[in-house]
């Protein structure tokens, strides 16, 4: 049975496999039939979205499932691990994109179209208030492979930045100017890469029971002492599984005479 924070990350998830799934098939047109290698590494930096999410939403589905002899601690590591799989997907997008970069700024081509800049104008906004939605959500669970697809919108709206001072340039200065384009593509690829160490880091925190939460610890030796003959807490010790933590802690007891 999934808890009310599950279920607030699996409708995250699906929002961002939708949204996803449009963005890419409205990059791939434009920037094939705008002559924009920029956005087509924006509509590939999309699709692999579409792929992590949908791995995201596994990952989320199988962690929920409850304990079981096998697993006492529940399943939860499997959303870390379900985000490693998630940066590799991001480090592929990053390595095409970049090759194909390379490869166009040293082939001549034709300038991109002036319509193309009205196409990313809104993808832009819309990934940025994406990105807000479901960081938002990651932040009110604490899940990693949430907070990984969030950074996707937010490389996202990146890379169309990109693409729009790139095309932006290219279209301003006229021939001559057409790898701008290129070179923007190449800059969304470094970024992305970037992007892909802030997820990674936090997913392998957890993965290694990293000491990261003292505050919550703090307020668990202060709930203690509500409790009648207890006077403290020795040791207290904080695991991360997906979205639930589990607590390992000793408590010194008065003794009063019957």
Request: proline share 3%.
């Amino acid at each position: 049975m999934t808890t009310i924070h599950e279920q607030t990350v699996i409708k995250a998830t699906y929002f961002s496999i939708v949204g996803n799934t449009s963005l890419a098939l409205i990059k791939g047109l434009a920037g094939f039939f705008g002559n924009s290698y920029a956005l087509i590494a924006d509509a590939i930096e999309s699709t692999t979205d579409i792929f992590s999410s949908l791995l995201v939403l596994f990952g989320l589905k199988y962690a929920s499932r409850p304990a079981d002899k096998n697993h006492p601690y529940g399943h939860g590591r499997a959303e870390p691990l379900i985000t490693f799989l998630v940066v590799g997907f991001l480090i592929t997008s990053a390595t095409i994109i970049a090759y194909e970069s390379i490869k166009n700024i040293g082939t001549p081509h034709e300038l991109p179209k002036f319509w193309t800049l009205f196409i990313l104008i809104p993808l832009i906004i819309w990934k940025e208030v994406s990105f807000q939605l479901v960081m938002k959500k990651a932040k009110e669970t604490n899940s990693s492979s949430l907070k990984a697809d969030a950074w996707h919108h937010r490389s996202d709206a990146i890379t169309s930045v990109a693409a729009l001072v790139g095309i932006s340039i290219a279209l301003y200065f006229g021939k001559g100017y057409e790898t701008a384009d290129d070179w923007a593509a190449l800059f969304a690829s470094g970024f992305i890469l970037y992007n892909s160490y802030k997820i990674f880091r936090p997913a392998l925190g957890e993965i290694m029971d990293e000491h990261l939460y003292d505050d919550l610890i703090d307020d668990i030796r202060k709930v203690s002492l509500t409790v009648g003959g207890i006077v403290g807490t020795e040791k207290c010790f904080i695991r991360k599984a997906g979205i639930k933590y589990h607590v390992t802690y000793t408590q010194r007891w008065t003794l009063t005479s019957l």
